[in-house]
Every structure is written in structure tokens, then in C-alpha cells.
């Protein structure tokens, strides 16, 4: 599986952006977005199953952000809303293989490079 992101950028606070993850290949179950700030582990922040479409959100950001799938074109989305400087950080897409839903970075396998968003005045 390959996974490119794209869509960062800077946005002021309070604006939407949404992120973007191509994928080549399916051999996976589950897929999501992943963030990691300056100095920071890097954190689940959305993941969906590829099967029954079940989400999970981390609480900071639930409300907010909503992540979606276009299975016709092998796309994975990530709708920002409302974003904080707390947001700013590298977003990076990545499946996981193996049966487990979970939003945990570890146990995702395949990581495409990061985009990067800042959310700043």
C-alpha cells in the first residue's frame, strides 16, 4: 500500500481545510490520519474501517473534524473545521492491515509522507 497526502497549508484560526490521502492498493482494513506536532509523539487524530465504515475521533478534535472515503477513487478525506493553533502540526495518512480497529499510531503499518498544516494568526 502507498499513501499520499496532500492539502496543508497555513490557515488563520477559526478556517477549514481539508486534507486529502490518494491510496494505491487495498490491502488493508483500516485507515486514518495520524498528526504529530513539534516535540510531541505523534497521535491518532481519525481513523475509519474499511469495511463497515465505523470512525473513531480523538476527543480534541471531535466535532470538528469529520474523515470520509471515496472508494471509487481510493481516497481518503479529512474535513478541518474550527481549526486551533493547537492543530498545527505534520498529518500524515496511514492503513493498518491487520484485524483491530484502533486510532493508535504503533499499530498502523503503512505511512505516507506527512503534509503539514499551521494554523496561526
Sequence with gaps: VQLQA???GLVQPGDSLRLSCAVSGRDYRYI???RQAPGKEREGVSCVSGGDGNTLYAD???GRF??????????VYLQ?????PEDTAVYYCATR???GFSCTAYEYDSWGQGTLVT???
Design 6 to 8: 496532500s492539502g496543508g
Design 32 to 34: 486514518g490520519w495520524f
Design 60 to 62: 480534541s478534535v471531535k
Design 66 to 75: 469529520t474523515i470520509s472515503r471515496d472508494d471509487a477513487k481510493n481516497t
Design 80 to 84: 478541518m473545521t474550527s481549526l486551533k
Design 97 to 99: 492491515k491487520f484485524y
Design 119 to 121: 494554523v496561526s494568526s
